[in-house]
Nanobody, 120 residues
Framework: QVQLVESGGGLVQPGGSLRLSCAASGRILRIVTMGWYRQAPGKQRELVADFPTGGSTNYADSVKGRFTISRDNANNTVFLQMNSLKPEDQGGHYC??????????????WGPGNQGTVPS
């Protein structure tokens, strides 16, 4: 079955960098979009960046100029390079994919997330 496998999460001091990876596995016929959300404790999950197939990348205003999203299409993998991290970047980060696959067709998928990014 289709699933998202994340790597690279962790805690980093302010000003540091972190690179997240997320690979979609399974019988994938189409990637509509892949990206990253974050969720601070007690708050709703919010979009950090995404990369729709055939479209332009999107970034939250708070991360523009600091974060870069990219994709390795041959391996169905999305990356998020996070530079100049700030305390407000804290929260678990979750890989998201809207994928068309077998056997369930087009579905939304979530990675397991990590435990945080930057301490407050």
């Amino acid at each position: 079955q289709v699933q998202l496998v994340e790597s690279g999460g962790g805690l980093v001091q302010p000003g540091g960098s972190l690179r997240l990876s997320c690979a979609a596995s399974g019988r994938i016929l189409r990637i509509v979009t892949m990206g990253w959300y974050r969720q601070a404790p007690g708050k709703q999950r919010e979009l950090v960046a995404d990369f729709p197939t055939g479209g332009s990348t999107n970034y939250a205003d708070s991360v523009k100029g600091r974060f870069t999203i990219s994709r390795d299409n041959a391996n169905n993998t999305v990356f998020l390079q996070m530079n100049s991290l700030k305390p407000e970047d804290q929260g678990g980060h979750y890989c998201y994919g809207r994928l068309g696959g077998v056997p369930y067709g087009r579905c939304d998928y979530w990675g397991p997330g990590n435990q945080g990014t930057v301490p407050s």
